[in-house]
């Protein structure tokens, strides 16, 4: 995969497909940053980059601001959406997940913070065409 990509996907089966290949270019220690509106595929999106890493996201409640999940490597799956004020991210221990050296983080609601993320991140932005198909947009921030 090329960044920027731009992609128009048809189905869950297509997105699940763009996943893995923009997976096939993430290591330990990258940030990725997803927006896009509610049900526009974010978590279903890092579930199937976690697929690739055979790391196991079944038991994650959906209402947690973060989740820990590991297989091959360890995934920080972090949601900003219910944090009220950027005081809860300390205690939540932000910054510590964004310096494991063993981890990937996920942010979905990423924009909602940004002065919070750090200078090198991937953003997966995802818009909903309708029922099954989203335009995803993926670039290197650097
Ligand atoms: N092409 C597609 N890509 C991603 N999700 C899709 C697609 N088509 C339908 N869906 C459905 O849209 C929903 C996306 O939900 P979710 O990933 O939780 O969204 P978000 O995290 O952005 O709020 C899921 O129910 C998924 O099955
Ligand atoms: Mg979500």
Redesign the pocket.
Same mark, same amino acid.
């Given at each position: 995969m090329q960044l920027p990509s731009i992609k128009i996907?048809l *189905?869950?089966n297509?997105?699940a497909e763009f996943a893995a290949e923009f997976a096939a270019l993430l290591k330990i220690g990258d940030v990725v940053c997803l927006n $896009?509106n509610? $049900? *526009? $595929?974010? =978590?279903?999106f890092v579930k199937n980059i976690c697929k690739e890493f055979a790391v196991d996201t079944a038991a994650s409640p959906s209402f947690a601001i973060v989740n820990e999940y590991s297989g091959k490597l360890k995934v920080i799956h972090i949601d900003f959406y219910r944090l009220k004020k950027v005081e809860e991210l300390y205690d939540i221990g932000f910054d510590e997940y964004l310096s494991l050296s063993d981890s990937i983080v996920f942010i979905?609601w990423a924009d909602l913070f940004e002065d919070v993320l750090p200078k090198k991140y991937y953003s997966v932005e995802?818009t909903q065409i309708n029922? =099954? *198909?989203?335009q995803i947009i993926i670039k290197k921030h650097e």
């Open positions: 996907v *189905s869950e297509d997105t $896009g509610l $049900g *526009s $595929g974010k =978590t279903f979905e995802i029922e =099954t *198909s989203r």
